[in-house]
């Protein structure tokens, strides 16, 4: 656990006097989520705001990655995982048979904890989704594309003179921004964010805080995080989740001045988890 409730009280007090207007992007109505006969997410329900961020805390084991998931419908390519329960974006029932799980992932990104760049180019790490999802009409709309995704994620000037350079050659930093920019670059409405800062060092994981605090006005982000500091710096809701359970949602700022479940508190405060 880094640090106490203190410090972070001012962080999350700070931000939630900025004052977000709320517009529920992604509505999750009782989900339950099973791997073969075990259960793992019990009853969950949840709506998760537009152009804001929503962080998810809780011990190891509670089903932070499992609920993150359903949210771009990643469970269905784990053969064990059931998952029961409607999740609505914009209003549109995303386990509906119309909706296509391809087109939703990128409607929904993901970043995960530890940097996945393709191993190819960095121009081709954040040209393949646009290209497979038909999003620029040749060479010139793909370039500016490709610049444009990398400028939204703090990645542009660092790599402007080696774009054919291979993705995997950049530091850990540098390729979490680039899997950050390979999201944006199929112009996503929601970011989902597996510990994306877990495999950086203290530089790098605010220089992706920094980003994130960006580019929540214009997308829905949702941030699993083992940091309670990172929880009170970056996020504006917060979701405590414990043994597959959703045991308090809210303001962020109120989770961490003024948990109404003792189990929150004592994990807030680093009792246990
Ligand atoms: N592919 C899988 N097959 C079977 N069980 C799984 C699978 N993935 C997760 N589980 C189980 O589901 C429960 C929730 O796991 P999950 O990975 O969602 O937790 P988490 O909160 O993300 O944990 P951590 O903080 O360690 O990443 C755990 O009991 C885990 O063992
Ligand atoms: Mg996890």
Same mark, same amino acid.
Not at 40 to 43: C, G, L, Q, S, T
Not at 75 to 80: A, G, K, P, V
């Given at each position: 656990m880094d640090g106490n409730v203190e410090d972070f009280t001012e962080t999350a007090r700070s931000k939630q006097a900025q004052n977000m207007p709320e517009m529920t992007k992604v509505e999750c109505r009782n989900i339950d989520v099973f791997y073969g006969e075990k259960q793992? #997410?019990?009853?969950i329900s949840l709506d998760i705001p537009d152009r804001a961020v929503t962080a998810f805390i809780g011990p190891s084991g509670c089903g932070k990655s499992t609920f993150l998931r359903c949210i771009n419908r990643m469970?269905?390519? #784990?053969?064990?995982a059931r998952v029961t329960g409607q999740i609505f974006m914009d209003g549109a029932d995303i386990n509906d048979h119309s909706i296509d799980p391809v087109l939703l992932r990128s409607r929904v990104g993901m970043v995960f904890q530890k940097p996945n760049p393709f191993p190819k180019s960095i121009y081709d790490n954040i040209a393949y989704g646009p290209r497979i999802h038909g999003l620029a009409s040749g060479k010139q709309e793909l370039d500016e594309v490709v610049e444009s995704a990398l400028r939204k994620a703090g990645l542009w000037d660092e790599v402007k003179d080696r774009l054919l350079a291979p993705g995997t050659g950049l530091s850990g930093g540098q390729q979490q921004r680039l899997c950050i920019a390979r999201a944006i670059a199929v112009s996503p409405e929601v970011i989902l964010m597996d510990e994306p800062c877990s495999a950086l060092d203290p530089i790098a994981t605010a220089r992706i805080e920094e980003l994130i605090d960006e580019l929540r006005e214009r997308y829905c982000i949702v941030i699993v995080t083992h940091s309670m500091q990172q929880a009170a710096r970056v996020s504006q809701k917060t979701a405590f989740f414990h043994l597959g359970k959703l045991v308090e949602y809210g303001d962020t700022e109120r989770i961490f001045t003024n948990p109404e479940d003792s189990r929150t508190q004592d994990y807030i405060t680093g009792r246990f988890g």
């Open positions: 793992a #997410i019990f009853d469970n269905d390519t #784990i053969e064990s």
